[in-house]
C-alpha cells in the first residue's frame, strides 16, 4: 500500500486530505506540524512514499521541515508535493528553487488533490522519478 505522510497545521484540511486519499487506497499518516513530522519521519519503520507539506504552519515552516528532509541521506529522495495558499505565489517560486514534486494550492478541488497524487505516484512506480 502507497503510504502517504501529510503535514498541515488545519485539522479540518488534514482531515479532508486524509478522507480523500484513504477512500482512494492510500494509508495516511498525518502530521499536525513539522516537529511532529520530522519526529514521525524518525520513527518510521518504512518511510512514506510521498509527503504533502504544508507551508505555512507555525514554530517550523514547510520550506524548513523541507531544508531538514534534503539533508538527510534518507529522507532526501521522498517526492514532496507543497500544500500553499492561492496568494502565495512567492512559495512556487521557491518550490521550483528547491526542486519540489508538486504543488496543489488552497482550497484546492478534491479531484485535482487526487490527480497530483496519483500521477506523481503512477511516475514513481514506473521508475520515472
Ligand atoms: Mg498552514
Redesign the pocket.
Known sequence: MVKILVV???DD?LNLIKIILELNNYEIVMASGGHEALNLLKNMQELPDLILL?????EIS?WDVLDIMKSNKNWKKIPVII?T?LAQEKDIKIGKEKQVDGYITKPFEKKYLLEQVNELILKMQKGNK
Open positions: 498541515e497545521d488545519n484540511i504544508d507551508i505555512m504552519m507555525p514547510g500544500l495558499a
